[in-house]
Structures are given as C-alpha cells and as structure tokens.
C-alpha cells in the first residue's frame, strides 16, 4: 500500500483536484451542479481526516458493500464495491479515504479496478487507486475533460469496458455524455445494475427517473430518456442500486423501460391535458 497524500479536494462536490487548485471547481462550476453562495471552499484529506471523517462498509447484498463518507461530505453519494472470484470492483468513489478503510477493504479483498458513473462521482479515484497497488480507474473518454487530477492509472475507453471478469461498466449518456451503469452478477447468478444517478431509483417502488440535473432540476429530452433505456434493453439484470443507496430489488428492467417512456411523454407534451 502506498501513503496516502495530503491531495486537495473540493467540499462541495467532493473529487479530488490538482495542486494548486483552480480559482473555481469546473465540476461544480457548470449546469449541474453549483458552487455554494458562501464561494468555492477546498479542504485536503488530512484536514478532512482531523475533523472526524470516515467511510463506513455495509453488505447490501451478498458480495456487494456500500462505502458511504460520515459525516456526509461532498454530494453524498453511496459507492459500491463489487466482489468477483477474479477481484474487487469499485463503482463510483468516495470522496474520503483514510488507512482504516483502506485495511477494511483489503479484508474484503481490495480493489482490482475502479470506475464512476460520472464525474460528479470521481471522488478520490486516483487514491484510491494508489492504495490499491495502482488499481486501473476506468474513465470513459467523453468525459476525460472533467478529470481534475491526471495520473498514469487513468485508462480511458469509449463505449464499454470490462474492468474484471463478469462485470462491465458501460456508457449510456444522459446526465453526461459519458454516463455509465455497471453490470455485476450477484452470488445468486441474477444481473444487478449499478446505477449512479444515470438511471435513479425512486422513492414509488419500481420506478426510475433521468436527469440532466438533479439538484438543478433541469430535465432531459424524451429522445435522450427513449435512448437510454435502448442502450440497457439487451442487457441481463433484476435489481437494481442507485448512489444514494436506493433499491429495486427485483423487476428493474422492467421498471427502466416502463419509467423510460412515462418520463418521455410527460415531457413532450403527451399529458399536458391532465397540467
């Protein structure tokens, strides 16, 4: 394991950046996100860790733990690491790493490869990686604009890539143009999605939803949402976790196709009787 770095990471949305930082987050800085009325604030993993963070591990499923940051930091966001018989696969990253979780991980079997579903959920994705013995981040090329810090362990692809046998990270775009879900097949031989916040379960059971963004409430068009839920049509899955620690437990595929085309319509005017 190497020593963790003092990097420099943005409070608001929690990925780590370059040193010096920027004037302003560009992540935080666009359409989807913001950067708070009190102005841009950085802080750097020993300052985080002074303050008391940690990352707490929950078994959701057999083989699948969610990684969550206390107290809540950045976005908020749940992350997942995925066991396979061929190694561990990191989906969406937490934007705190200290050597507790580090050596709760490795009690789980480390991490083999690591991958977000969009760049608001790069996290610490290079630390993470270096306390994994170079660990591969996965980073789709349409979005390699907004990586803030740059490193070797960076490996870009386009449409798909297989990070570890039986699972796979592919791109979808919506929310970014490189938005991505991962596919990893649970202890019980059933496809479960990882979804981010590409395709976001609902508080309704069996409901999904898309955005452009979320705490900007802009929405996506209904060619968009059609096309999304076409790019996981032919793929095998049940259920179903977003990144904020929601479930479909079983009938997700149904309920992203069903979800697709309501969403579709509302949005082009099919019920604007019922407005």
Same mark, same amino acid.
């Given at each position: 394991?190497?020593?963790?770095?003092?990097?420099?990471?943005?409070?608001?949305?929690?990925? =780590?950046?370059?040193?010096?930082?920027?004037?302003?987050?560009?992540?935080?800085?666009?359409?989807?996100?913001?950067?708070?009325?009190?102005?841009?604030?950085?802080?750097?993993?020993? =300052?985080? @860790?002074? @303050?008391?963070?940690?990352?707490?591990?929950?078994?959701?499923?057999?083989?699948?733990?969610?990684?969550?940051? @206390?107290?809540?930091?950045?976005?908020?966001?749940?992350?997942?690491?995925?066991?396979?018989?061929?190694?561990? /696969?990191?989906?969406?990253?937490?934007?705190? +790493?200290?050597?507790?979780?580090?050596?709760?991980?490795?009690?789980?079997?480390?991490?083999?490869?690591?991958?977000?579903?969009?760049?608001?959920?790069?996290?610490?994705?290079? @630390?993470?990686?270096?306390?994994?013995?170079?660990?591969?981040?996965?980073?789709?090329?349409?979005?390699?604009?907004?990586?803030?810090?740059?490193?070797?362990?960076?490996?870009?692809?386009?449409? =798909?890539?297989?990070?570890?046998?039986?699972?796979?990270? /592919?791109?979808?775009?919506?929310?970014?143009?490189?938005?991505?879900? &991962?596919?990893?097949?649970?202890?019980?031989?059933?496809?479960?999605?990882?979804?981010?916040?590409? +395709?976001?379960?609902?508080?309704?059971?069996?409901?999904?939803?898309?955005?452009?963004?979320?705490?900007?409430?802009?929405?996506?068009?209904?060619?968009?949402?059609?096309?999304?839920?076409?790019?996981?049509?032919?793929?095998?899955?049940?259920?179903?976790?977003?990144?904020?620690?929601?479930?479909?437990?079983?009938? &997700?595929?149904?309920?992203?196709?069903?979800? &697709? =085309?309501?969403? &579709?319509?509302?949005?082009?005017?099919?019920?604007?009787? /019922?407005?």
């Amino acid at each position: 394991m190497s020593p963790l770095t003092n990097v420099t990471i943005c409070r608001t949305c929690g990925v =780590e950046t370059s040193t010096p930082p920027p004037q302003l987050c560009p992540i935080c800085d666009d359409e989807r996100q913001f950067v708070p009325a009190s102005g841009q604030e950085w802080t750097t993993r020993e =300052e985080l @860790e002074s @303050e008391g963070h940690s990352v707490s591990i929950n078994e959701r499923e057999p083989g699948l733990f969610a990684l969550q940051v @206390e107290p809540k930091l950045g976005i908020g966001q749940t992350c997942y690491l995925a066991q396979t018989e061929h190694g561990n /696969l990191l989906f969406d990253v937490p934007p705190y +790493i200290d050597n507790d979780v580090v050596a709760a991980v490795m009690e789980l079997g480390g991490v083999h490869g690591i991958a977000a579903s969009h760049p608001h959920m790069f996290g610490l994705q290079l @630390e993470w990686s270096a306390a994994f013995e170079g660990a591969p981040v996965f980073v789709c090329r349409t979005d390699a604009e907004w990586v803030q810090r740059d490193g070797p362990n960076i490996w870009a692809y386009y449409r =798909e890539a297989r990070p570890l046998p039986g699972t796979a990270v /592919l791109r979808t775009g919506g929310h970014f143009a490189g938005s991505a879900i &991962a596919l990893w097949t649970g202890s019980d031989g059933t496809g479960v999605m990882l979804s981010g916040d590409t +395709i976001g379960p609902v508080a309704r059971d069996g409901w999904v939803t898309f955005m452009r963004s979320f705490p900007n409430y802009l929405p996506l068009s209904a060619n968009v949402v059609r096309r999304i839920a076409a790019s996981v049509a032919d793929l095998d899955f049940d259920r179903m976790y977003g990144n904020f620690g929601q479930t479909i437990s079983s009938g &997700a595929k149904v309920a992203v196709a069903t979800s &697709a =085309e309501r969403y &579709a319509e509302w949005v082009s005017g099919v019920h604007d009787d /019922l407005t």
